[in-house]
């Protein structure tokens, strides 16, 4: 039986049961020893549920080189080019943009050029910028102010 053999097997076992820790173990450290097209059928078995953690080892395994790049290379554009991709609504990256943009905001670099692009954003972003610019203005949350009482 070869490793893909016996980690299949032991998901299939414990797909409607909880894992035993000893097995667990050792399927993950058999892994990494397996071919890229195994693991990403281990990866995509109907016997492993999403919070699986077998499944999120397999996860870590396949994308061990991109995981966190994204994030890197977000933090080290330069705001002009975050609100060019922050528009884009197909990057696929704007939960992580807006992140970062509100972080620099709040450290005060290119407020203006954040602000025009959270007013053209969506309500939520429309909504947190002129929260933002009420602090700044009144020094505290606006409808926790004693002048709105």
Partial sequence: MTDYEYILGKCRKYHFTKW???ELKKCQEVLPN???EEMVNIYLSRFLSEKDPLKQTAFKVLFADKV????ERIKNMD???LVREFKDKNSGNRA???KELR???K????????IMSFQQST???QHWITSQIRQERYGCRFNKCSYNK
């Fill in 20 to 22: 035993n820790e000893d």
């Fill in 34 to 36: 397996l071919t890229r």
């Fill in 68 to 71: 966190g790049k994204r994030e």
């Fill in 79 to 81: 705001t002009e080019a």
């Fill in 96 to 98: 992580l943009i807006r």
């Fill in 103 to 105: 972080d620099r905001y």
């Fill in 107 to 114: 450290a005060g670099r290119d407020k203006q050029m954040i």
């Fill in 123 to 125: 309500k939520g972003d």
